[in-house]
C-alpha cells in the first residue's frame, strides 16, 4: 500500500486544524487506498494526534535529535515525539542537511534513536541540480542510501524518500524515467545495506508533486508513494494526490 505524507515544514502557525479535520472527514467517507500521514510542526503534533486517534491520519514530525536526553537546548528527542503522539518521523530532509550541516553519518544515527524510540523513520535523500547536471545524481543517491540507513533497520517499518533538492518547492519535477532510474537505484542500494529484507520497503518520491502529477508519479515502477510539501497544506490538494493514489 503506498504512503502519502504531507510535509508541512514552518507553515501552521495558529492553525485551528480545519484542513486536518475536513481531511479526516473526506477520508471517514470515501476510504483511502492508501497509508496517509500528517508531518506537522513539533508545536502541534500533541494537538493533531488527539484529533487524529482512531483515525486514518498517521501524525509524524519532521526531525528528531540522535541523542535520547540531555542539555541540547531547542531541540526534541523521538521519545519526546512518541510522548507527543508522533508515530514517524522525517530524517535527513535536506532542508536540515543544507540548512544545519547534518551528514549522513547524523541521519542514520537518527534513524537508530528513532526506531529504538518506537518512530518509524522517513529517511530524505536526493541530489542537487549540480550534481544532477554533473551526471552524478544516481551515485550521489546510492551514497546517501548506504551511508545514511543504519543496520538497525534491516527487518523494521521505514521509508526512503528521494528528493532531488532542484525539484522542491520550484515546480519542476525529473522526468518519470529520471525518477524511476533513481528509485531502481535506491533499492538497489537499501539491498546492498540491509539485504533483501527492505524489498517491501515504500521508497517515496518528493518534490512538487501535486494533484495534476500525482497519478502519472505514484504509477512509476518503484515508487512507492510521496512526501508532499507545499500541496499538503491544503486538504482540497492533499485529497487530489491521495486519491491518485
Ligand atoms: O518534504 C517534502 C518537500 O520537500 C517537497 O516540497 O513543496 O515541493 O512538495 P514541495
Excluded at 94 to 122: C, F, H, M, N, W
Excluded at 170 to 188: D, S, W
Aim: hydrophobic share 50%.
Amino acid at each position: 500500500m503506498k504512503l502519502i505524507a504531507g510535509n508541512w515544514k514552518m507553515n501552521g502557525a495558529g492553525a485551528d486544524l480545519a484542513e486536518v479535520a475536513a481531511l479526516r472527514a473526506s477520508l471517514d467517507e470515501t476510504p483511502a487506498a492508501c497509508r496517509v500521514a500528517i508531518c506537522p510542526p513539533a508545536t502541534l503534533i500533541q494537538r493533531m494526534a488527539a484529533a487524529q486517534t482512531g483515525g486514518p491520519v498517521e501524525i509524524g514530525a519532521q526531525d528528531c535529535r540522535a541523542e535520547a536526553s540531555g542539555a541540547y537546548t531547542g531541540d526534541i528527542s523521538a521519545s519526546m515525539l512518541v510522548d507527543a503522539g508522533a508515530t514517524l518521523v522525517i530524517l535527513g530532509h535536506s532542508e536540515r542537511r543544507q540548512g544545519y550541516g547534518e551528514t549522513d553519518l547524523l541521519v542514520s544515527a537518527k534513524a537508530e534513536a528513532a526506531l529504538a524510540a518506537g518512530l518509524s523513520p522517513i529517511v530524505c535523500v536526493g541530489e542537487t541540480l549540480a550534481q544532477r547536471e554533473a551526471g552524478d545524481a544516481v551515485e550521489v543517491v546510492r551514497k546517501q542510501v548506504v551511508n545514511s540507513l543504519p543496520l538497525a533497520l534491516a527487518g523494521q517499518a521505514f521509508a526512503v524518500a528521494y528528493e532531488p533538492v532542484w525539484a522542491i518547492g520550484t515546480g519542476l519535477t525529473p522526468t518519470l524515467e529520471q525518477i524511476e532510474e533513481v528509485h531502481r537505484a535506491v533499492r538497489a542500494a537499501m539491498i546492498e545495506r540491509l539485504g533483501l529484507a527492505v524489498a517491501a520497503v515504500p521508497i517515496l518520491y518528493g518534490g512538487s508533486v501535486k494533484p495534476d502529477n500525482a497519478r502519472d508519479i505514484l504509477a512509476v515502477p518503484e515508487v512507492g508513494g510521496a512526501l508532499v510539501g507545499g500541496a499538503s497544506l491544503k486538504a482540497k490538494d492533499f485529497l487530489g494526490i491521495i486519491r491518485a493514489a
